[in-house]
């Protein structure tokens, strides 16, 4: 079975300071990784995703996500915070084959002034 | 939430009654989703819809059924057979349904049952 966890509920950094938001995954078979980003009351905007080939993959807004296979890590990063950044942030995978995308439970970045 | 619109934003129901969520993309999408989330917890598969007039269940369907007449429309009707419908209803999008294609969210519905 498939499954995600991010094992912080919230994330607290100071504004230009870098944040890591992480995220740990389990699944049998070669894992598609994304991460979404969901403001209050909002739908979830796309900001990247990892299928294969570099570790590191950059996206929107700045943030960067480093795929490790030894620890099956995945973690949102970001080298300068900003306020705007406070948001609520989820992990997903997913492997070929099985039709769904499976989400962690989120984790609140709080960037403060 | 460009391209794909949700309507209502907000939505109130009585116990007992069927409501029905609208979800519409001019993405050319062929692949449809609908997710639930509750506070703390992840998103939810509820039906998803790989191409129109086919659709299959996810991890929560009872209480909810679907419709896909057209590619651009993947209604859910939330039954009276849900027994805790309260929550907030995402649906998604992607290009093929394929494990690699990122999914693109709607603005959300939030459902209240009074």
């Known amino acids: ?113 | 939430d460009g391209g794909i619109t949700q309507s209502p934003k907000y939505l109130f129901r009585k116990e007992g009654q069927n409501v029905t969520l609208s979800c519409e993309q001019n993405l050319n999408h062929d692949a449809m989703y609908w997710y639930r989330q509750d506070p703390g917890q992840g998103l939810r598969l509820i039906y998803y819809s790989q191409i129109v007039n086919d659709f299959q269940k996810g991890d929560i369907a009872e209480g909810y059924s679907v419709s896909r007449e057209k590619k651009e429309s993947f209604p859910l009707t939330v039954t009276s057979a849900q027994k805790n419908p309260t929550a907030f209803y995402l649906c998604a999008s992607s290009a093929r349904d394929r494990a690699s294609n990122e999914q693109f969210f709607g603005p959300g519905t939030r459902l209240t049952v009074l």
């Open chain 1, 1 to 113: 079975a498939q499954s995600v966890a991010q094992p912080e509920d919230q994330v607290n950094v100071a504004e230009g300071n870098p944040l890591t938001v992480k995220c740990t995954y389990s699944v049998s078979g070669n894992p598609y990784l994304f991460w979404y980003v969901q403001y209050p009351n909002r739908g979830l905007q796309f900001l990247l995703k990892y299928i294969t080939g570099d570790n590191l993959v950059k996206g929107s807004y700045g943030f960067e996500a480093e795929f490790n296979k030894s620890q099956t890590s995945f973690h949102l990063k970001k080298p300068s915070a900003l306020v705007s950044d406070s948001a609520l942030y989820f992990c997903a995978v997913r492997v070929t084959g099985f039709q769904k995308l499976v989400f962690g439970t989120g984790t609140r970045l709080l960037v403060s002034p």
